[in-house]
């Protein structure tokens, strides 16, 4: 079974602050994480993605994450952010050619508010 | 680049009623086409999985008989919700999947039942 946590239901920082969004993962195999964000009355857009090489993966919009295997954990990242950024996070896992195909399964999300 | 459209963006329907969305892969092709809903307030489930050459598999608590799929080429998918009550309602992604490994997501369509 897979499964994501993001303990973090909502996270509220300032304009031009630094925002770090936790996110842990279960999976028997090689996952496949991705970070997706959903603005308001939208679906889904593709933030990063990380299935192997250098942990740490560079998304749009300032955005990166880094995977630590040891801790199961793909914590998304940006340096300062900016009052656009207000929107729902989810974290992803899949595996990449396991029976379930391309099964992802995300966590509950996290809230972001960016205050100005 | 690789785009999914969805139809309709949103629509209403009367309890008991039946309604179908549409998924369009644009730029890539869709080997494998995935369903999902989001209920309000909860993350995204999913409903099913349709992969070329293989049988459309459902999730635990979705069926074929209520939520019937065609996925007839490598660019289009429709899902049906049948006979919608209002634990129905939500937004419906279509997330297509192209060889690369990445699953594209259309924009959803919001289902609000009556």
């Known amino acids: 079974a897979q499964s994501v946590t993001q303990p973090d239901a909502r996270v509220t920082v300032s304009e031009g602050a630094s925002l770090q969004l936790r996110c842990k993962y279960s999976?028997?195999?090689?996952?496949?994480l991705f970070w997706y964000v959903q603005y308001p009355r939208q679906g889904l857009q593709l933030l990063l993605k990380?299935?192997?090489?250098?942990?740490v993966v560079q998304g749009v919009n300032g955005f990166e994450a880094e995977f630590i295997k040891s801790n199961s954990s793909f914590h998304l990242r940006k340096a300062s952010v900016h009052w656009s950024d207000s929107a729902v996070y989810f974290c992803?896992?899949?595996?990449?050619?396991?029976?379930?195909?391309?099964?992802?399964?995300f966590g509950i999300g996290t809230r972001v508010l960016v205050r100005p | 680049g690789a785009l999914v459209y969805q139809y309709p963006r949103r629509t209403i329907c009367k309890s008991g009623t039946s309604m179908r969305m549409e998924c369009q892969a644009v730029?890539?092709?869709?080997?494998?086409v995935a369903w999902y809903r989001q209920s309000p307030q909860k993350t995204f489930e999913l409903i099913a999985l349709?992969?070329?050459?293989?049988?459309?598999?459902?999730e635990q608590n979705f069926t074929q008989e209520k939520f019937p799929i065609s996925h007839p080429n490598l660019s289009f998918s429709s899902m049906t919700v049948l006979n919608a009550y209002l634990e129905d309602r939500g937004l419906y992604l279509c997330?297509?999947?192209?060889?690369?490994?990445?699953?594209?997501f259309g924009p959803g369509t919001r289902l609000l039942v009556l």
């Open positions: 992803a896992v899949s595996g990449l050619t396991n029976s379930a195909g391309n099964k992802l399964t």
């Open positions: 999976y028997s195999g090689t996952p496949y």
């Open positions: 990380y299935y192997s090489g250098d942990p």
């Open positions: 730029g890539f092709q869709a080997t494998s």
């Open positions: 349709s992969t070329v050459n293989s049988a459309i598999k459902y």
């Open positions: 997330g297509a999947r192209g060889q690369g490994g990445t699953q594209y």
